[in-house]
């Protein structure tokens, strides 16, 4: 049976296909095969954008693409926790905890910090188009030395046109798609969509840690 692909899923599709038909330059791997990092702690994001709760959304999609590259990654709820214990309330003050403190309290060897540029999504009349932009930094806790970094953007569209039945129909679609748009929240899954472009892009993604699964 044919399946239709949800307009979501047809924007990632293309958005591989594009990355993947651009002539990218290598990113400079030099630090990060000299670092090996085994274990990252990511820091909660800084906000750049007007989303209040932009941070925690978009930390909550972070550890699987990294664990799934092969690294180990500190449950981003408890260094969360540790850091409020420890006088840090907020993410902007998380980040500037040094890397010392990190490296001695945490014991990771690199530490992800992100910066989100664009987080949000617009209501149109007939879709709503989620958008996430963030600024990703990987740095050695040892030497301070930048491992790695890279800009994690994605769109999702929830657009259906679907408009059959005449002015009734459309009317009913009209009310339909506000009520739904309204708990239809699509920038998970645009943060996830980002992190996973962001982290397995060819040439420029983030190399594999030494506990990658190999795939059979």
């Known amino acids: 049976m044919n399946k239709i692909l949800k307009p979501g899923l047809l924007i990632a599709l293309l958005s591989i296909f594009a990355t993947g038909c651009q002539e990218v330059k290598p990113y400079d791997y030099t630090a990060l095969k000299k670092s090996k990092p085994r274990s990252i702690v990511v820091i909660p994001p800084r906000n ?3 989303e209040v709760n932009a941070p925690y959304v978009y930390l909550s999609t972070l550890t699987e693409p990294l664990a799934e590259k092969g690294y180990y990654v500190l449950p981003v709820a408890v260094v969360d926790q540790f850091l409020k214990e420890n006088g840090l309330p907020t993410p902007a003050e998380m980040n500037g905890i040094s890397l010392e403190k990190i490296r001695e309290h945490m014991g990771a060897d690199a530490v992800l910090y992100v910066e989100i540029k664009e987080f949000g ?3 149109l009349i007939l879709s709503s188009v ?3 932009m963030a600024e990703l930094k990987l740095v050695d806790t040892r ?8 800009t994690a953007h994605a769109q999702m569209d929830s657009s259906n046109n679907n ?3 005449g002015p009734v129909g459309i009317l009913v679609y009209l009310i339909s798609a506000a009520i739904t748009q309204v708990t239809d929240d699509r920038t998970p899954e645009a ?6 472009l962001a982290i397995n892009a060819e040439k420029i993604g983030l190399l594999n840690g030494p506990y990658k699964v190999p795939v059979k």
């Open 121 to 123: 999504q617009k209501y």
């Open 130 to 132: 989620a958008t996430v």
């Open 48 to 50: 750049s954008s007007i």
């Open 163 to 165: 408009n059959s039945g």
């Open 143 to 150: 030497t301070g030395e930048l491992l790695w970094r890279a």
């Open 191 to 196: 943060s996830r969509l980002a992190n996973h």
